[in-house]
């Protein structure tokens, strides 16, 4: 293979990379801009979410004077991962051209002659999964249950009750 050639191939690679980063550009912009809405209880509770997920609003509806405390806080929590779900879904259709992109990439082993493929190694690992349990659920506290002691002591429900 000529020197030439190789110079060729990397100048192509150089601007299929600028190409590419001037694209992730673009769809992390169009990313930031998204927002998902969801509506629980009959539309009585609305949660908007922003990009990451973070609650940027929630609107109360008519009727709302009709649920508990404790119903209301699980209407905004249902409604917030509902949103939140969506939003995640339009983000990663969104980012699907950069996962596209990259698998037509060209392997460093295809370039430069002898060069281990190092794709596998260099991958990006998989997020695990972020938990939507609340924040004393045995999914959280790994199967550990509250104390005897603790679970006896009554528990008055109020605006503040997280315990539903």
């Known amino acids: 293979m000529s020197n030439e050639y190789q110079k060729d191939d990397l100048a192509a690679i150089l601007d299929g990379f600028a190409d590419e980063m001037r694209t ?3 769809l992390q912009r169009q990313r930031a801009a998204l927002t998902a809405s969801a509506t629980a209880r009959g539309k ?14 929630t609107r109360f509806g008519s009727g709302i004077e009709e649920l508990d ?8 929590t249902e409604a917030a991962k509902q949103a939140a ?16 992109s990259r698998n037509r990439l060209p392997k460093l082993a295809d370039i430069i ?4 493929d190092l794709s596998k ?6 997020a695990p999964v972020v938990s939507t349990a609340p924040p004393k659920s045995p999914e959280r506290l790994g199967g550990f249950q509250e104390s005897v002691a ?9 605006a503040t009750d997280s315990g539903w």
């Open 69 to 76: 405390y404790p119903e209301i806080a699980k209407a905004v």
């Open 44 to 57: 009585r509770v609305t949660v908007t979410v922003n990009a990451d997920g973070t609650v940027i609003e």
């Open 85 to 100: 779900a969506d939003v995640a879904r339009q983000s990663r259709e969104i980012m699907a051209p950069v996962s596209q």
């Open 24 to 26: 992730i550009v673009e």
């Open 113 to 116: 002659p002898g060069m281990p």
């Open 150 to 158: 603790d679970s006896e002591q009554p528990r008055r429900g109020g």
């Open 121 to 126: 190694e260099l991958a990006i690992p998989e």
